[in-house]
């Protein structure tokens, strides 16, 4: 199970943290990942990362946007600074994919707002 918590609201220009973590061991897992669904739109992929710490994001958060894991914690983060209003969304954490495809397994979801 993967717990996600962190989001709220911010204004833009703004920073926040999430943070997922997993009730198993996440050093087994090889690709974790944040995606996130704006309201009316498609689920997206934000950015994953993969055991051996290589990264991918979308281009519309590269520069601002950086994920990490923490394998002893079991949690994985997304560190969000220079929010812009087009960010807001729920945000899952994802786990058990690859760098370019989801995973069967999903957090509850994350609301991360950023007023104009």
């Known amino acids: 199970q993967l717990q996600a918590c962190g989001g709220g609201l911010v204004q833009a220009g703004g920073s926040l943290r999430l943070s997922c973590t997993a009730s198993g061991d996440i050093f087994k897992i090889n690709a974790m990942g944040w995606y996130r669904q704006a309201r009316g739109k498609e689920r997206e992929l934000v950015a994953t990362i993969i055991k051996v710490g290589y990264t991918v994001y979308a281009d519309s958060v590269k520069g601002r946007l950086t994920i990490a894991r923490d394998n002893a914690k079991n949690t994985v983060y997304l560190q969000m600074n220079s929010l812009k209003p087009e960010d807001t969304a729920v945000y899952y954490c994802?786990?058990?994919?690859?760098?370019?495809?989801?995973?069967?397994?999903w957090g509850q979801g994350t609301l991360v707002t950023v007023s104009s």
């Open positions: 994802n786990a058990g994919g690859s760098s370019y495809n989801r995973g069967r397994s």
